[in-house]
Antibody, heavy 122, light 107 residues
Framework: QITLKESGPTLVKPTKTLTLTCTFS??????????VGWIRQPPGKALEWLAL???????HYSPSLQSRLTITKDTSKNQVVLTMTNMDPVDTATYYC??????????????WGQGSLVTVSS | DIQMTQSPSSLSASVGDRVTLTCRAS??????LAWFQQKPGKAPKSLIY???FLQSGVPSKFSGSGSGTDFTLTISSLQPEDFATYYC?????????FGGGTKVEIK
């Protein structure tokens, strides 16, 4: 079965760079059409999509955060990494990675990780 | 960007009630819409994709409909485990966007 798990720091200082790793199993990111995305959720607020990377290394970013985000994949390790620069307290949120299937439902997140709470504070 | 607006933002209902949640897109998205359920402290769980297709393992009391700009999620008979927040998401075009959520509470 498909599982994903986020890992990374729980506390980040303002202006620093956040690096989160999504380690997954049950699928391969070399399979045509498959993608992995990152979504975040500030405490008590709604979900916000951040980035998506496809099997062929095609990448898409939220326009409002594009200048600060980089998404990469390591197919051999079954990992996707998200970096976010210049962190601010408003970036405090639970960060999720999620699997998106191939085919006509690209962009639909069918399996999610448990989430990683990141607090930005000095 | 396509804005997704969910209504109501919250509702109170009783066990056994039939409830309908609404999601409206700011422009047409065909049937490229998903619904998620989220319980406190948990990750979202996918319920429906392509507006009306039930994700594997999701009970048939959940149903979705709509196309274009107006969509609904219906829970046929509300059970205690269904009290949660529900989100819609469009995947017709980038950036992918979510609605603000509807919180379903116990009356």
């Amino acid at each position: 079965q498909i599982t994903l798990k986020e890992s990374g720091p729980t506390l980040v200082k303002p202006t620093k760079t956040l690096t989160l790793t999504c380690t997954f199993s049950g699928f391969s990111l070399s399979t045509s059409g498959v993608s992995v995305g990152w979504i975040r959720q500030p405490p008590g607020k709604a979900l916000e999509w951040l980035a998506l990377i496809y099997w062929n290394d095609d990448k898409h970013y939220s326009p409002s955060l594009q200048s600060r985000l980089t998404i990469t994949k390591d197919t051999s390790k079954n990992q996707v990494v998200l970096t976010m620069t210049n962190m601010d307290p408003v970036d405090t949120a639970t960060y999720y990675c999620a699997h998106s299937p191939d085919g006509s439902s690209w962009g639909f997140f069918d399996y999610w990780g448990q989430g990683s709470l990141v607090t930005v504070s000095s | 960007d396509i804005q997704m607006t969910q209504s109501p933002s919250s509702l109170s209902a009783s066990v056994g009630d039939r409830v309908t949640l609404t999601c409206r897109a700011s422009q047409g998205i065909s049937n490229n819409l998903a619904w998620f359920q989220q319980k406190p402290g948990k990750a979202p769980k996918s319920l429906i994709y392509a507006a009306s297709f039930l994700q594997s393992g999701v009970p048939s009391k959940f149903s979705g409909s709509g196309s274009g700009t107006d969509f609904t999620l219906t829970i046929s008979s509300l059970q205690p485990e269904d009290f949660a927040t529900y989100y819609c998401q469009q995947y017709n075009s980038y950036p992918l966007t979510f609605g603000g959520g509807t919180k379903v509470e116990i009356k």
